[in-house]
């Protein structure tokens, strides 16, 4: 119902940015919460960021809470995560999450978002 694509990872050395986009298809994200996680092999899926439906209110991990930042273009039903400072903790497949309908709840839980795309592989060199 919504294709959620990842793009914009690549490799980049350690204090370095960038920034991945997130495209969806078939509906508009507007209604629902958007976020971000990752996973590195061997590791947990963890969460990275949130933004609620229509731009609000906006969660961080502390991990990469001051280095990271998502925002969303409903114009363009995309959703961006800018990523600077890298570190090599970083390293990971990224992946976009869209869930929800015009949630009122504080967060999601992670098994509450419906729609999840296929990654981005970020990299970042010591």
């Known amino acids: 119902q919504v294709q959620l694509v990842e793009s914009g990872g690549g490799l980049v050395p350690t204090g370095g940015s960038l920034r991945l986009s997130c495209a969806a298809s078939?509906?508009?994200?507007?209604?629902?919460?958007m976020a971000w996680f990752r996973q590195a092999p061997g590791k947990e899926r963890e969460f990275v960021t949130t933004?609620?439906?229509?731009?609000?209110?906006?969660d961080y991990g502390d991990s990469v809470k001051g280095r990271f930042t998502i925002s969303r273009d409903n114009a363009a039903n995309t959703v961006y995560l800018q990523m600077n400072s890298l570190k090599p903790e970083d390293t990971a497949v990224y992946y976009c999450?869209?869930?929800?309908?015009?949630?009122?709840?504080?967060?999601?839980?992670?098994?509450?978002?419906?729609?999840w795309g296929q990654g981005t592989q970020v990299t970042v060199s010591s």
């Open positions: 078939g509906r508009t994200i507007d209604p629902y919460d």
């Open positions: 999450a869209a869930g929800g309908l015009y949630n009122t709840a504080y967060r999601l839980r992670e098994e509450e978002y419906t729609f």
């Open positions: 933004i609620k439906w229509r731009g609000g209110r906006t």
